[in-house]
């Protein structure tokens, strides 16, 4: 059995905001594949369902952010699970919007959702960071990752929550780099194969330059004759 967590604050007030992107992904796995009904468990949301052939267990903590790490470390207890058998997905300021990385272990590099986690359980479960975009200064992070995503987000936001659901059976049974692909032909579909040649060929090839042609040598009548022209 896997346990999925998705990383947010609870209520309708963070619902849409940046910080909030691990408990949307959830919802969107737990809508497009038929997951039970969410109900009150381990300090926060849970539902159950199948993921290919593996049995998941999706959980959103409602401690908020900086105590995620109590709702997470209840249901691991529960199920007896091994922090391998854990994924958590979670906003990542180091990584453009739309963009998206698994990874196992590591640091919680200042996420208050990890570190909560890191205290509890340790660092050995996996993540899949889901890439928010920095805002530029580290004063102007509270503000920005508890901001609503904007309209202009709306596209590659929705994108990105479908190949995760795309994928997420391949992740479930362990399959990173499959999951990552199903992602990828979401955010980034592959054009068809005629545009695609020609536009890749366009790209590789530099413009060429034309060069002026060579002057050809006249003869004495004809410079005579230009003379009177």
């Not at 007030?13 to 969107?28: Q, W």
């Not at 695609?196 to 090839?205: I, M, R, V």
Request: with cysteine; glycine share 12%.
């Amino acid at each position: 059995m896997k346990l999925f967590v998705g990383l947010g604050n609870p209520g309708a007030k963070y619902a849409g905001n940046r910080h909030n992107i691990g408990f949307m992904a959830l919802d969107r796995i737990a809508a497009d594949h038929g997951f039970s009904p969410w109900k009150k468990g381990f300090q926060g949301q849970t539902c159950e369902g199948r993921l290919g052939g593996e049995k998941v267990v999706l959980l959103k903590p409602e401690t908020f952010m900086n105590l995620s790490g109590q709702s997470v470390q209840a249901a691991v207890t529960f199920y007896k699970l091994q922090l391998a058998d854990v994924t958590v997905f979670h906003d990542e300021l180091d990584l453009a919007p739309g963009k998206l990385r698994v990874k196992q272990g590591g640091g919680h590099a200042g996420h208050n959702g990890l570190r909560s986690i890191h205290q509890h359980l340790g660092e050995a479960y996996g993540r899949v960071r889901l890439g928010i975009g920095h805002p530029g200064h580290k004063d102007a992070v509270a503000a920005y990752v508890l901001h609503d995503f904007a309209k202009a987000d709306q596209d590659w936001l929705d994108d990105l929550l479908r190949g995760i659901s795309d994928g997420a059976a391949a992740l479930a049974e362990g399959d990173g780099t499959r999951f990552m692909n199903a992602v990828s032909l979401r955010v980034a579909p592959p054009r068809s194969g005629g545009a695609a040649k020609e536009a890749t060929a366009k790209a590789a090839t530099p413009a060429e330059v034309q060069e002026p042609a060579a002057e050809v040598p006249r003869s004495p009548l004809q410079r005579l004759a230009d003379k009177f022209r």
